[in-house]
């Protein structure tokens, strides 16, 4: 319903700060080729006292951003604004995804549009219990990250060769984590399609041939090793430490 050059999003429960639409709309009025400007966000969760920062780490400030996006998603929505005229090109919202919309569009428009990060926190995120993306099961949201990111595959078909490879790896990584997830989860068959699917992406994704192969060992072999990763999931700080310090199972 708006007729504003620029459009900027702001969920009930989210916070803008002092100057944000300010800094920003300043940014797309100084240089057109620019689709989309955020910034860093701080995320507070109920109960907590201390804010978490929402950054990415080795960002640039501006440019075609869409491989650094893909691996990682440093667009929060508080923070964005966008121009109009790249929401028309580019198209809205996916709403046939549950979760993982705010991350398929801005891709789109990564993919056609330069990009900006202001490195000053500007936003307000808040996580509260019994909120609707709160509500997705690990499973749904597992599947919705893989929808959105070939959506963008078949939605952008101007991508160029490194870029098509930054998605490709970042697909293979999603059926990675889906086909690890059911392997937990008892369903072998289902896991052995999806770390099929990341081999088929990326044909060196080693981890996903160990899950695979994990995957057709007997239920008490396989739930031997899941105890021992668990174990090796926490190393001693020292020798004489009673205290553990948690390391990245995922890694094992």
Not at 90 to 101: H, K, M
Not at 163 to 181: C, I, M, N, T, V
């Amino acid at each position: 319903m708006s007729e504003s050059p620029f459009v900027a999003f702001l969920d009930a429960d989210d916070e803008w700060l002092p100057r944000k639409l300010e800094r920003q709309v300043e940014l797309l009025k100084q240089d057109p080729t620019l689709g989309l400007v955020c910034s860093l966000c701080l995320l507070s969760e109920s109960g907590m006292e201390s804010h978490d920062m929402l950054a990415g780490t080795g960002i640039p400030t501006t440019g075609k951003l869409f491989e650094h996006l893909v691996r990682n998603c440093f667009v929060f929505t508080p923070t964005v604004v966008v121009r109009r005229r790249c929401l028309e090109e580019v198209g809205l919202f996916n709403e046939s995804l549950a979760v993982s919309e705010d991350f398929n569009l801005w891709l789109r428009i990564a993919a056609r549009w330069k990009i900006a990060l202001l490195p000053e926190v500007l936003a307000i995120t808040h996580k509260r219990t019994g909120s609707l993306s709160a509500r997705v099961s690990p499973e749904e949201r597992l599947k919705n990250g893989i929808t959105a990111l070939e959506h963008v595959q078949s939605s952008c078909p101007g991508l160029s060769a490194s870029e098509s490879h930054a998605l490709r790896d970042a697909l293979a990584d999603r059926h990675y984590f889906h086909g690890s997830f059911l392997l937990s989860a008892g369903a072998k068959g289902r896991s052995r399609r999806s770390l099929a699917s990341a081999l088929r992406l990326r044909h060196t994704h080693w981890r996903a041939f160990a899950k695979l192969g994990l995957s057709f060992l007997p239920a008490r072999a396989f739930q031997s090793i899941a105890g021992l990763k668990a174990k090796l999931a926490y190393r001693p700080l020292s020798k004489d430490s009673s205290q553990f310090a948690p390391r990245d199972a995922s890694s094992i």
